[in-house]
């Protein structure tokens, strides 16, 4: 008879195995070395883009990996649906989940998160005079922040991409977002005005997972501790 529910065998195997939450994009593009320094080798169809598969084997029959938005890794592992992760820290500073234990940085995926206009508004006026201003952004609290410590207040409109048309469409004066070779903003008539904050991507854990299952999770830092130092 074919069973239609997964078997105990299966159900204990999905809820013993570690979960390795891995970004969509950019990020999981520069991943591959480190992964297979830290001795994981994930089926192939992970890098895959175009596969519709969220979760995958690895040749550790412990270790499996998911592959989610770059913004939900985080959420993955801080509410423990996945017990180790990489994620920007971009994405750590925007939530900053008190579960999140963030051991090590890889130094991957660099890049920055910016202030950017249109050309041709920069330079026009002196922002330290401005009480306010709207900032299109998908980093909300990084932006308030921001601009709070210049004694401005962001009207945030918050929009999950493509910010980079929102001024030129009227929405907003400024946006805040991530910079990595400067070509959207070129090609949308934006120039880069300030920097907030370099980012690269980070090893991180679940506090409790890491309580519960030291040893297992504690090994995977090691490895990836060893991979950062691995030629
Ligand atoms: C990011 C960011 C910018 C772009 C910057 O978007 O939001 O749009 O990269 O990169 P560049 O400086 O090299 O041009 P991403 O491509 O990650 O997609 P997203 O909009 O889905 O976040």
């Given at each position: 008879m074919t069973?239609?529910?997964?078997?105990l065998?299966q159900?204990?195997?999905?809820?013993?195995k570690?979960v390795?939450?891995?970004?969509?994009?950019?990020?999981?593009e520069?991943?591959?070395?480190?992964?297979?320094?830290?001795?994981?080798?994930?089926?192939?169809?992970?890098?895959?883009?175009?596969?519709?598969?969220?979760?995958?084997?690895?040749?550790?029959s412990?270790?499996?990996?998911?592959?989610?938005?770059?913004?939900?890794?985080?959420?993955?592992?801080?509410?423990?649906?996945?017990?180790?992760?990489?994620?920007?820290?971009?994405?750590?500073?925007?939530?900053?989940?008190p579960?999140?234990?963030?051991?090590?940085?890889?130094?991957?995926?660099?890049c920055?998160?910016?202030v950017?206009?249109?050309?041709?508004?920069a330079g026009?006026?002196d922002?330290?005079?401005?009480?306010?201003?709207?900032?299109?952004t998908k980093?909300?609290?990084?932006?308030?922040?921001?601009?709070?410590?210049?004694?401005?207040?962001?009207?945030?409109?918050?929009?999950?991409?493509?910010?980079?048309?929102?001024?030129?469409?009227?929405?907003t004066?400024?946006?805040?977002?991530?910079?990595?070779?400067g070509?959207?903003?070129?090609?949308?008539?934006?120039?880069?005005?300030e920097?907030?904050?370099?980012i690269?991507?980070r090893?991180?854990?679940n506090?409790t997972?890491?309580?519960?299952r030291?040893?297992?999770?504690?090994?995977?830092?090691?490895?990836?501790?060893e991979a950062?130092?691995?030629?």
């Amino acid at each position: 008879m074919t069973a239609v529910f997964p078997s105990l065998q299966q159900q204990s195997d999905a809820q013993t195995k570690l979960v390795l939450a891995l970004p969509k994009g950019r990020i999981l593009e520069t991943c591959d070395k480190v992964l297979e320094k830290a001795g994981i080798r994930p089926e192939p169809d992970l890098f895959n883009e175009s596969s519709r598969k969220l979760r995958f084997v690895t040749n550790h029959s412990e270790l499996d990996v998911v592959r989610v938005r770059s913004f939900d890794v985080a959420t993955f592992v801080a509410f423990g649906g996945a017990q180790i992760g990489i994620c920007g820290s971009d994405v750590l500073m925007e939530f900053d989940y008190p579960e999140i234990y963030a051991p090590l940085d890889l130094d991957i995926a660099k890049c920055r998160i910016s202030v950017a206009e249109p050309v041709a508004t920069a330079g026009m006026d002196d922002p330290s005079t401005w009480s306010r201003v709207r900032v299109a952004t998908k980093y909300p609290n990084i932006t308030k922040r921001h601009y709070a410590t210049r004694g401005i207040h962001a009207d945030v409109v918050h929009l999950n991409g493509a910010m980079e048309i929102a001024p030129s469409l009227g929405l907003t004066r400024q946006i805040v977002d991530l910079v990595d070779t400067g070509r959207t903003l070129k090609a949308n008539g934006l120039v880069e005005t300030e920097v907030i904050h370099l980012i690269s991507s980070r090893l991180i854990v679940n506090r409790t997972a890491l309580k519960t299952r030291p040893e297992e999770i504690g090994n995977w830092i090691a490895r990836f501790r060893e991979a950062l130092t691995t030629p």
